[in-house]
């Protein structure tokens, strides 16, 4: 016997649980939490590249798509809204709009939400509904007669943003910003040998900047509020290929601040606790470390070509790694090291659990063997 699963209705912004522009990251991470509802959820991507749209399906009722560089919650479709597993009511300004008993038909979205243009489907802003249970079947509609025009059973029903101009959005277009975005990163611009600068919603907010060397634990945390998690280092494996002693014994007692809901790290010295590097997730689907993280969307920001230059280049997080590592570096790309995420886990096998690192002065890279770069650390 399942529970009834209700949801509330509301155009351009959510459905129930669910607000349109809320991360990936958030999502999931409350789906967790949620399993008596949802017991099964199917993430869907394109493992060839780090901006692909990403599906959840949270069976049988809901699909969730977000946006593919953001990985923001763009668009929700809601379908077999008279499957009893688990049986379904949606609501519209406290009102019921579909049940299980009750079909929701052509006639009763009219009486609930008023006139709107002719067309297959009834869409109004932020809102549509679809009369097929497959969209893209359009051509193998079988024609319907006026008679029973009206009493049509809607069989999907697509929330997205409304679009002020009225035109309606592409399904992977980027979501603007609105206030499921509040408090959230939306750029980190990352400078070698000095820092990074965050910027976050509303965009109107003044940025917030951490340097290697200078920024404390203090500073941190009363920029930032306190991290999620404090993780003391204490894999010192890669202290083998340092050049001196000296590296292993300054690292005794270093911490990290983990700020998982930004995508970020900060490597703390344990004994002057100032920053010491700062790594940068990407979030990319199908690797070891995807979900950990949030998505942080960092650009490496290059030397101006001259002063007046108001505009410095930059390389962003989408970018491969060969086209990064040719703005760090023209020329021959260094050695790369190879590692694995998942040799301390036993049994775990992924698709893209082997990544290189490869190293320069100031910043290292960690990139897929496809090329999508998973992480950078600064330092």
Same mark, same amino acid.
């Given at each position: ?154 069989? $999907? ?8 101009? #009225?035109? +309606?959005? @592409?399904?992977? =277009? /980027? ?116 979900? $950990? ?8 920001? #290059?030397? +101006?070509? @001259?002063?007046? =230059? /108001? ?69």
């Amino acid at each position: 016997m399942f529970s009834t699963l209700e949801l509330d209705l509301r155009p351009g912004s959510g459905l129930g649980m669910f607000e349109i522009g809320a991360s990936l990251w958030n999502v999931l991470d409350m789906l967790r939490g949620l399993q008596h509802l949802f017991p099964q959820v199917d993430v869907k991507y394109d493992p060839d590249t780090s901006t692909t749209p990403i599906l959840l399906h949270l069976r049988p009722h809901l699909d969730l798509l977000f946006s593919g560089y953001h990985q923001r919650l763009s668009t929700i479709s809601v379908k077999k809204l008279r499957d009893p597993s688990p049986p379904l009511t949606l609501t519209y300004k406290n009102a019921v709009l579909s049940s299980n008993e009750d079909a929701l038909k052509r006639v009763g979205v009219s009486r609930m939400f008023g006139p709107t243009y002719p067309g297959d489907d009834l869409r109004y802003p932020g809102v549509s509904f679809s009369f097929d249970e497959d969209p893209m079947g359009e051509s193998l509609k079988s024609p319907v007669t006026q008679s029973d025009d009206r009493q049509q059973e809607v069989k $999907r029903i697509i929330i997205s943003e409304k679009n002020p101009d #009225g035109v +309606p959005k @592409d399904a992977l =277009d /980027e979501v603007v910003e609105c206030p499921a975005m509040a408090g959230e990163l939306y750029r980190a611009v990352a400078k070698v040998h000095e820092g990074i600068t965050m910027y976050f919603y509303p965009s109107s907010s003044e940025p917030i900047q951490v340097i290697i060397g200078a920024s404390t634990a203090q500073d941190i945390t009363v920029d930032l509020g306190p991290p999620l998690r404090v993780h003391y280092k204490e894999d010192d494996r890669m202290t083998i290929h340092a050049r001196t002693n000296q590296s292993e014994a300054e690292s005794d007692g270093d911490y990290f601040y983990n700020y998982q809901q930004h995508g970020i790290d900060f490597l703390i010295s344990g004994s002057t606790h100032v920053v010491k590097k700062i790594i940068l997730h990407s979030n990319v689907p199908g690797t070891p470390l995807f979900q $950990r993280y949030k998505r942080c969307p960092w650009e490496i920001e #290059g030397r +101006p070509e @001259d002063d007046e =230059d /108001e505009s410095p280049p930059r390389k962003k997080f989408y970018e491969r790694v060969e086209e990064i590592q040719h703005f760090l570096a023209p020329g021959e790309a260094p050695p790369s090291m190879i590692l694995n995420r998942t040799d301390d886990e036993d049994g775990l096998r992924l698709p893209s659990s082997t990544t290189r690192l490869f190293g320069y002065d100031g910043i290292i890279l960690e990139a897929t063997e496809s090329g999508q770069v998973v992480a950078v650390m600064l330092f």
